[in-house]
């Protein structure tokens, strides 16, 4: 099955303040759908409504034709695989057992075969097999996010949803992770949906790109037309250079153009 | 494959040490006592007649007590296990969440005011249903403040300190009334002993038990992704308010009973789950049989130590728990280099 999600017109409000308003766009399947912007715009609270953990104040999200808001979670879990932001394994798990909980739904008291074949082959692709019998919360903050995001790719779900999930890897990581996620989306025909701060990995993993500022979609299509100077100054409140590179865009950053955290220090 | 292999195996393998462990403390437990009676003679008095003073003693005092320090501390053990995991609070277990405490102030109103507040109970049942009843109130009690605030796991836990307090003044209040009998009588039943047990009460505790163990581990791997956090619990399509309801009611009833028959005994509820987890961890499929035997090993080695501590007399096991686990439990945790929650 593949799925085509459809967000329609979503609001989201938390007490009075409004943290998304009509947030309208398509992620198409087989293609890696980036979300980038500013802290607070609002990028984690469309993932969590995306996976069915907060319902929408108004608007819906439709999966192909079926619209979330009369799902059962337990249905969306069995095709959404979605990676909180929080980085933390608590507990005493082997990161045999933490790939392994992705499979929640599957899990019967006696493994199957199946649950422990797909487990150590989802291992063995992001190299961390060798880890599997260590615990969790005794890996660096590197090796833990990559233990995490095998966990989001165990259940082989429909549709994935990554609130960023490279941040806390060095350069090669967050590459090798990035095109694995690229792989098995355009193979399985996933559909990706990635929260990025890095401007220049979003450049260049992104099908698509959306762009959220305050609650609201600012722009979104294709990345190379998205991504200039003055969607970054006005979002960001940054002055950036873009420079054109083998085929793709390096944004580079110059300055800040609010001077929000320097005028208060002054004043202090 | 290999690699679950071996991870299975070393659970399986402290699981196994840790029956033996058991079996081997219960027997002890069964030749220990004030009479010197050999195993031999034990277990042929099991068997039929053989003396008949073996004979009652073995099948009043030795059985019951040996048979009540092995449910009540596996009882305990898995309430722990379970109010810590869907709590998400190391610290949660039945006493510190105040059922203890609702059960003491239960067999205090028995004691003081004679009042029976389930009706048609034999006298002889009076003080363990008042207590029952009480605990189990507390439990609803809990259940009921959490429930305003969504039963998020913070408002559960400091709901269960606050009731903890609550009834621990009122036991105080009743014990401030009462005469001088009926207070040493309170304070006894607090220590927590298990001389009081007979055949059908342990009876009755293997019944809860067996029954809350088999609809848990159902639920094992549910319980055990409830330790990634509610959030990632949510994700995976498990419904946690649901799942914390149910577990929160069946642990509800398993403590009751616990606590009911034998007073209060601290400790084993906190630290024998912290014992399983660090030797097995987090999976429940194992973890709820660790903590099972864990707890029935610690309250069986207390009951060793209380009736060897002073020859010809029982200390009440309440005492003894705390002051033979505290060393073993500290240990543990000062000398283990991996975290322990």
Redesign the interface.
């Known amino acids: 099955m593949v799925v085509t999600i459809k967000a329609d017109g979503l609001s989201i409000y938390y007490g009075n303040r409004c943290v998304l308003s009509n947030v309208s766009f398509v992620a198409k399947p087989g293609e890696v759908t980036v979300v980038i912007g500013p802290n607070g715009a609002g990028k984690t609270t469309l993932l969590?409504t995306l996976?069915g953990?907060i319902p929408p104040n108004s608007g819906d999200v439709f999966f192909n034709n079926n619209r979330l808001s009369r799902m059962r979670?337990?249905?969306?879990?069995?095709f959404?695989?979605?990676l909180?932001q929080?980085n933390?394994?608590?507990?005493?798990?082997?990161v045999?057992?933490?790939v392994l909980?992705?499979r929640?739904?599957h899990?019967t008291?006696k493994?199957s075969e199946e649950d422990?074949?797909i487990?150590?082959k989802t291992m063995e692709e992001l190299g961390i097999?060798v880890h599997?019998?260590k615990?969790a919360?005794?890996l660096s903050g590197g090796e833990r996010q990559v233990v995490l995001v095998a966990q989001a790719l165990v259940r082989e779900p429909e549709v994935l949803l990554l609130d960023e999930p490279v941040s806390n890897l060095d350069i090669r990581n967050k590459l090798e992770i990035l095109d694995l996620i690229k792989n098995i989306t355009e193979e399985k025909k996933v559909t990706t949906l990635i929260v990025l701060h890095d401007l220049n990995l979003a450049a260049k993993y992104a099908d698509e790109l959306i762009v959220l500022s305050g609650g609201k979609v600012y722009a979104k299509g294709n990345p190379h037309k998205v991504l200039n100077e003055s969607i970054i100054q006005s979002v960001y409140g940054i002055e950036a250079e873009i420079v054109k590179y083998n085929g793709g865009s390096v944004v580079i950053p110059l300055r800040s153009v609010m001077h929000n955290l320097q005028s208060s220090y002054r004043l202090a | 494959?290999d690699?679950?292999r071996?991870?299975l195996y070393r659970r399986i393998k402290i699981i196994i040490i840790f029956l033996i462990l058991c079996l081997i403390l219960a027997l002890l437990n069964m030749i220990t006592g004030p009479m010197k009676i050999s195993l031999n003679e034990i277990l042929i008095n099991i068997v039929y007649t053989h003396n008949k003073t073996v004979h009652v003693v073995v099948w009043d005092c030795r059985l019951p007590w040996t048979l009540m320090a092995v449910m009540i501390g596996g009882a305990l053990g898995l309430a722990g296990l379970e109010m810590q995991t869907i709590l998400?609070n190391p610290l949660a277990s039945p006493y510190t969440l105040g059922v203890s405490a609702g059960a003491g102030f239960g067999a205090a109103v028995a004691y003081v005011l004679g009042l029976r507040v389930l009706p048609a109970v034999p006298v002889e049942f009076i003080v363990p249903a008042n207590a029952f009843f009480f605990a189990f109130l507390t439990c609803m009690l809990i259940m009921f403040i959490g429930r305003i605030r969504d039963f998020t796991s913070e408002t559960l836990v400091l709901g269960g300190i606050a009731i903890a307090f609550l009834f621990h003044s009122m036991l105080a209040l009743l014990e401030f009334f009462a005469s001088e009998e009926t207070l040493q009588a309170i304070v006894f039943w607090l220590f927590g002993s298990l001389t009081k047990a007979t055949l059908l009460k342990s009876q009755v505790v293997f019944t809860v038990l067996t029954v809350v163990s088999i609809l848990l581990?159902?639920r094992?791997?549910?319980i055990?992704?409830l330790?990634?956090?509610d959030?990632?619990a949510?994700?995976?399509?498990?419904?946690v308010k649901n799942l914390r309801i149910e577990i929160l009611f069946y642990v509800s009833l398993l403590t009751s009973v616990a606590v009911c028959f034998t007073g209060i005994i601290a400790f084993v509820g906190l630290v024998a789950p912290h014992i399983a987890?660090?030797l097995i961890?987090?999976?429940h499929?194992f973890l709820i049989f660790g903590s099972i035997l864990c707890g029935a090993t610690v309250l069986s080695a207390g009951a060793i130590v209380s009736k060897v501590i002073i020859p010809g007399a029982i200390f009440p096991i309440g005492i003894i728990t705390s002051m033979i686990g505290v060393p073993f439990f500290l240990f543990l945790v000062i000398r283990g280099r991996?975290?322990?929650?």
């Open positions: 969590k996976a953990i979670r337990e249905y969306i879990s069995k959404v695989s979605y909180p929080e933390v394994v608590p507990g005493i798990l082997t045999f057992e933490v909980l992705g929640v739904p899990l008291w493994l422990i074949r487990t150590t097999k599997a019998k615990y919360n005794q | 494959m690699v679950y071996e991870i998400n581990l159902f094992s791997w549910k055990t992704a330790r990634l956090g959030e990632k949510e994700s995976l399509g498990i419904n987890r660090i961890g987090e999976d499929r991996k975290q322990i929650w």
